[in-house]
């Protein structure tokens, strides 16, 4: 079946420190991998994506991810972190068909707080 | 803005009574999906729909809830007879059926309270 794990509930970094967010998935065919941001009272906004080809992707707002397959895993990273990057953020699986993707499977998310 | 909307952003109700959420895509999209997302969970796909067809459903779909997209455009979701555990914050999203951006835009939200 498939699944996201986000290990990390919760994270609180300083301004200006580097990030990492991490995601696992359990997939059986190629993934298709995003992250999603999600502030109080907002939608959620994609971050990135990785369908296939260069196995780092870049995203809006300076971040990027990473996909290692022989780890399962779509880790989310940003070098020098912001107050307004606080938020929750979600990795999620999508399978693909009919040209698009299909249902987007999320993981528990990660809240993310950074101190002054 | 040309985003997704959903209506209404907030509805509080109480046990028994029935809901309907309106949600509409943006212009040119011809998926729409739906989505719940709990307290502290993310979210959990209900239901899509390619133009007016709808192609699947999730097993969280109690027959107590349906979803409509008559025209291919707006879509609906009701839930009868709402139960407590149904509260929770429902997500639609919109997408292009092909091309290079398989992106998922999604709206506000409409959070559900039941009493």
């Known amino acids: 079946a498939q699944s996201v794990t986000q290990p990390d509930i919760h994270i609180t970094v300083s301004e200006g420190a580097s990030l990492e967010l991490r995601c696992n998935y359990s997939?059986?065919?190629?993934?298709?991998l995003f992250w999603y941001v999600q502030s109080p009272g907002q939608g959620l906004q994609l971050l990135l994506k990785?369908?296939?080809?260069?196995?780092l992707v870049q995203g809006i707002k300076g971040f990027e991810a990473e996909f290692k397959r022989s780890q399962s895993s779509f880790n989310l990273r940003k070098p020098s972190v912001h107050w307004s990057d606080a938020a929750e953020y979600f990795c999620?699986?999508?399978?693909?068909?009919?040209?698009?993707?299909?249902?987007?499977?999320f993981g528990t998310g990660t809240l993310l707080a950074v101190q002054p | 803005d040309t985003g997704v909307s959903q209506d209404p952003r907030h509805k509080i109700t109480k046990r028994g009574q029935n809901v309907t959420f309106r949600c509409d895509p943006i212009?040119?999209?011809?998926?729409l999906y739906w989505y719940r997302q709990t307290l502290g969970q993310g979210p959990e796909f209900l239901t899509y729909?390619?133009?007016?067809?709808?192609?699947?459903k999730s097993r969280l779909l109690s027959d107590r809830f349906s979803a409509e997209r008559p025209k291919g455009s707006f879509s609906t979701l009701e839930i009868q007879r709402t139960e407590q555990g149904d509260s929770a914050m429902y997500l639609c999203?919109?997408?292009?059926?092909?091309?290079?951006?398989?992106?998922?835009?999604f709206g506000p939200g409409t959070r559900l309270t039941v009493l």
């Open positions: 999203a919109s997408s292009r059926a092909q091309g290079e951006s398989n992106e998922q835009f």
């Open positions: 997939y059986g065919a190629t993934p298709y």
């Open positions: 990785y369908f296939s080809g260069d196995t």
């Open positions: 999620a699986v999508g399978s693909y068909y009919g040209g698009a993707t299909n249902k987007l499977i």
């Open positions: 212009s040119e999209h011809n998926r």
């Open positions: 729909f390619q133009n007016e067809a709808q192609l699947e």
